[in-house]
């Protein structure tokens, strides 16, 4: 019953993505419901896209893997104050946001095809002349039936046959584009004898190919003895244009395949020279395949993949972060110890009770940030897009003869997250408490917020204002960029508050570098306000004290990775760790 | 293209099998790398007769392979040339993407292979090609339109000429000369616009902010609102700031009005328009302003800046006039419409259509009509207080309008 289900539903791919949620679960039943019904195949389709594309559904089985999520983190006894409100920038904080507010976007349902049952066995010229008179379409058929069999993975043999036929119509000779469907169609089934007649043909035929056709050759040349040529075809792209990293991730995997390391990290470093971002899957390969050498200098090349994972703030995914994990524990003679673990909100790894390097920037780093966030996203060129200079020297000014602030808190931000509430007096809620607290305040807003009106009322603005300093922009300029540069000017121990993720301006700084120090200062200096009626006392969400980063101190790793069932946004970052350290 | 989604997982699958392979194939010898045509051919034989073997799934598998022999044999052209030249590379590479279906032009020259090759990325690669692809079909669909035209048109002239043989004698008022008469009258009202008309100001500093493509753009709607212009009963006396003589704007007017370009009816001018005008008439209009334009205002110079941002700058004309302290406004275009998608900027002739609509008859319903069906879903119920409201304004706006020659004061105090 089971297998039926399954080959019905092959063209849907989001419902293979979800069946492991489904295993067992309410989910699971109501699908093989529908299959006792003996409706023809075309009208389970039908079904079966209708249930998946339905909202309740989808959010079913998003929350079935939330819980297996938290139970999992239950289960190691971690912290579960994050479970309510996960952490701003805690991968999947996103996800659970937008589920927040649902907004349930109807899927469209695919577009009825005009349907001709696929053969499964080869057949004869008229058969295919047969096929072709029934075939009801715009586009030239030979074309549409091909691409049909690679979207169901039809066997070679077939495809062939149809070859075959187009080559008997056509004096012997098929067009390019079917040539490389049907190459496809080889390198899936792994058909690699067939890869080569295929190649044999190309070559012969046509004076160069393209990348499509390249890339093909490529994948399906790797595996055989004669992956050397896999290495000429890339030579070929290059002459054009940089290959992708595809390609170049398979003639990695095929050099390693065949016991080439030499080759394989020679085309990584020229990977990296293209400024291109490897494919998780060429790193995963040289760990995967460094078990079996034992070589001081592989190692090496090894740590140095694991530095550029640093460097680069990227994360291995689970598969990934297991190869690393075994190849660790491989290396002779240094008795490496890895376990899959949490860290505690001290950022004391629940493993190895290390501690987790500091979200702090260093000094350089710091000044580094500062100058940046004052010339790119403030001035950015003109000034007059954001503020006015005569804003600009009030505003630094007023900063230069202030003392150092604790707290820098978005006015507007703050005061509109509670729709219900006045926002003078949500503001005035907010100041007091922190004033309460001896903390050194100041409010950015803009002008409008003295005017008095119903919603600004004079007598609360008052209030703040002797609670708190208070920086008023014009209504046109942005207020963002200056709570970035107080909070900067103020020094480390300086934090700021706000909802907002502040990805424009993440956005305005020139490199990926000085972004990502952007987003580590971010993480360890933003406060964002978690609770949700105005009347009790407001909390704040903690913020990390440690950096999401693969680090090491030597005799131990800590490796962040993401969880494969996890959705991750590129402002968010893994929960999960995997921590390494040696038995002494 | 739908052949290579499922690369990923194709992968996985070939692994395996490898690992099998391998061994078979190790302890045969290591052949050339450069294997000619023959050698390749003999050596992939080997496999195949292995598989079919193994396999032998049908009867039919040596009818089924029979048409590669014939595609092996019928080499086309020699396989020595092999292109060290990038150019020629470039060039085989797109005919062989044309052949797999994508969207690349036929032909291609010279100059265009070089800007497909000064192409920084692969996507700016692929995004020019299918603009190269585009306007060739763009041609050729026009090339066929009209040859089709000429054909219909040369049969009509016969059919006339086969029955008109009779009664050529005919009274007529005027010739026909309608083309040139409505040019002459369009010419006399510009010159009348340059005169009395009121300004208005299209600024030409972004230069610096487009790309060539946008620049262009920029000139195709200049142009269009020029004609407009011209075509309206009351035209504007339309001003270029801030044209700079042989910059690229410059250059690309001559370019497209060629002769024309010395006798068009409006101002071109590098300076300023706060040098031309006093600074507390001028508008800026700009769709990042605070301020709502509620009437159009006769007394006032309104400008536009010639700016296409395909490249999502915001706050560039807005940072212009708050540089020049000027007043800005935009275009009630929320109050009056239920906007649905797009960008509240509009093309340069839309404001212009506009602008010329609010001038004649100050009615923002008639006015709005312009804006793009596409970007909204209709007009907004405006209450009747306000549309009382609107037309009082409109009566008194008639009543004491303005005389014509009080415009022209700025034209003194220069």
Not at chain 1, 37 to 40: K, S
């Given at each position: 019953m089971m297998m039926f289900c399954f080959t019905s539903i092959r063209s849907f791919p989001k419902l293979w993505k979800n069946n492991p949620y489904l295993g067992g679960g309410p989910g699971h039943s109501y699908n093989s419901l529908f299959l006792k019904?003996?409706?023809?195949i075309r009208n389970q389709q039908k079904l079966f896209s209708l249930k998946t594309a339905s909202p309740q559904n989808t959010k079913a089985v998003s929350l079935l893997a939330a819980k297996a999520r938290y139970r999992r983190k239950g289960d190691e006894g971690s912290n579960k104050v994050s479970s309510e409100f996960p952490h701003l920038f805690a991968a999947g904080a996103a996800k659970k946001r937008s589920q927040m507010n649902p907004q349930s976007k109807d899927h469209a349902l695919p577009p009825e095809r005009n349907i001709i049952q696929l053969p499964t066995k080869p057949l004869n010229s008229e058969q295919w002349d047969k096929l072709k008179e029934d075939f009801k379409g715009k586009a030239d058929f030979e074309n549409w039936i091909i691409s049909q069999m690679i979207r169901q993975s039809s066997s070679v043999d077939v495809a062939k046959s149809l070859l075959a036929w187009v080559a008997t119509k056509n004096n012997g000779i098929v067009s390019y584009n079917l040539l490389v469907k049907y190459l496809y169609l080889c390198v899936f089934h792994k058909q690699t004898s067939e890869v080569f007649d295929v190649y044999e043909i190309m070559k012969a035929r046509y004076k160069s190919l393209e990348s499509g056709g390249s890339t093909l050759l490529i994948r399906g040349l790797i595996h055989s003895d004669r992956w050397r040529e896999a290495l000429l075809l890339l030579e070929d792209m290059k002459k054009v244009m940089t290959p992708s990293i595809k390609n170049y991730n398979d003639c990695i995997q095929g050099a390693l395949l065949h016991q080439d390391v030499n080759i394989a990290w020679n085309l990584y470093q020229e990977l990296l020279g293209h400024n291109l971002i490897p494919m998780m899957e060429t790193l995963k390969a040289f760990f995967d395949f460094g078990k079996d050498i034992k070589d001081d200098q592989y190692s090496n090349k090894l740590l140095d993949i694991l530095l550029y994972l640093r460097n680069n703030k990227l994360y291995p995914g689970e598969s990934f972060a297991h190869s690393i994990k075994t190849w660790f524990e491989s290396v002779p003679g240094e008795q490496w110890k890895g376990q899959f673990t949490t860290i505690q909100k001290s950022g004391q790894c629940l493993g190895c009770g290390k501690t987790i390097e500091s979200i702090h920037l260093s000094p350089e780093e710091y000044e580094f940030l500062k100058r940046k966030i004052m010339s790119d996203v403030i001035d950015g060129g003109d000034q007059y897009k954001k503020t006015t200079p005569q804003e600009l020297t009030r505003f630094q000014n007023f900063v230069k003869y202030c003392p150092p602030f604790d707290i820098v808190l978005d006015g507007l931000n703050v005061a509109k997250m509670f729709p219900k509430a006045r926002e003078s007096q949500v503001l005035l809620d907010v100041v007091s408490q922190l004033a309460k607290q001896n903390l050194r305040v100041l409010v950015l807003g803009r002008k409008h917020m003295i005017m008095p009106s119903a919603r600004w009322r004079k007598d609360e603005m008052e209030k703040v204002q002797k609670q708190a300093s208070c920086f008023f922009a014009d209504n046109i300029s942005e207020d963002d960029p200056f709570l970035l540069y107080a909070t900067l000017h103020s020094g480390n121990h300086c934090k700021f508050i706000t909802k907002d993720l502040l990805r424009d301006h993440k956005a305005c700084l020139p490199d990926a570098k000085t972004q990502r120090l952007f987003f580590k200062w971010q993480q360890g200096h933003q406060l964002a306000i978690i609770s949700r009626c105005p009347g009790s006392k407001i909390t704040f969400q903690d913020i990390l004290s440690y950096d999401t980063v693969v680090q090491t101190t030597g005799d131990s790793w800590h490796i962040p990775y993401d969880e494969d069932l996890l959705e991750r946004c590129s402002y968010e970052v893994p929960t999960r760790w995997l921590c390494l350290h040696q038995k002494t | 293209m739908p052949v290579f989604l499922k690369m990923g997982i194709s992968i996985t699958f070939i692994r395996p099998f490898a690992r099998v392979l391998v061994p078979f194939t190790l302890n045969r010898k290591r052949r050339v790398l450069h294997s000619t045509i023959l050698q390749g051919y003999m050596s992939s034989k080997i496999p195949a007769m292995y598989y079919s073997k193994k396999e032998s799934t049908s009867p039919e598998q040596l009818q089924l392979d029979g048409w590669k022999i014939t595609m092996k044999s019928s080499v086309q052209e020699g396989v020595s040339a092999d292109s060290e030249d990038p150019v020629t590379a470039t060039r085989e590479l797109i005919e062989m993407w044309r052949l797999l279906?994508?969207?690349?032009?036929?032909h291609i020259s010279e100059e265009e292979l070089k800007t497909v090759m000064e192409c920084v990325s692969k996507s700016s690669k692929k995004k020019y090609l299918k603009y190269l692809y585009v306007k060739e079909k763009m041609k050729k669909a026009k090339q066929i339109k009209k040859e089709m035209k000429a054909a219909a048109k040369a049969k009509a002239k016969d059919q006339v000429l086969e029955t008109t043989q009779e009664d050529k004698q005919q009274n007529f008022l005027f010739l026909r000369l309608w083309d040139r008469q409505m040019d002459i009258a369009m010419g006399w009202k510009g010159v009348q616009a340059m005169q009395f008309g009121q300004p208005l100001v299209f600024d030409m500093a972004y230069d610096d902010y487009m790309k060539s493509k946008e620049l262009q753009n920029t000139v195709s709607q200049l142009l269009e609102s020029e004609g407009w212009n011209r075509r309206d009963v009351d035209p504007f006396h339309i001003y270029f700031c801030n044209l700079k003589i042989d910059s690229p704007f410059h250059r690309m007017f001559i370019k497209r009005y060629g002769k024309k370009w010395n006798k068009l009816l409006f101002t071109a001018t590098e300076k300023s328009h706060v040098d031309l005008f006093p600074k507390d008439s001028i508008i800026y209009l700009t769709a990042d302003s605070p301020n709502v334009m509620t009437t159009f205002k006769h007394d006032k110079i309104y400008i536009v800046g010639s700016f296409v941002d395909k490249n999502m700058q915001p706050g560039i004309s807005l940072a212009k006039a708050k540089r020049l302290n000027l007043a800005t406004e935009c275009l009630p275009l929320d109050k009056y419409l239920q906007w649905d998608i797009g960008t509240k900027n509009l093309t340069l002739d839309q404001i212009t259509r506009i602008l010329l609509c609010l001038k004649n008859t100050g009615s923002w319903e008639e006015a709005l009509k312009f804006v793009p069906k596409r970007k909204h879903t209709g007009y907004l119920e405006i209450s009747q207080h306000s549309q009382e409201f609107a037309n009082r304004e409109k009566k008194s706006k008639t009543v004491n309008s303005f005389p014509k020659g009080s415009l022209n004061i700025y034209k003194q105090k220069r």
């Open positions: 019904d003996y409706y023809g | 279906g994508r969207e690349v032009p036929e």
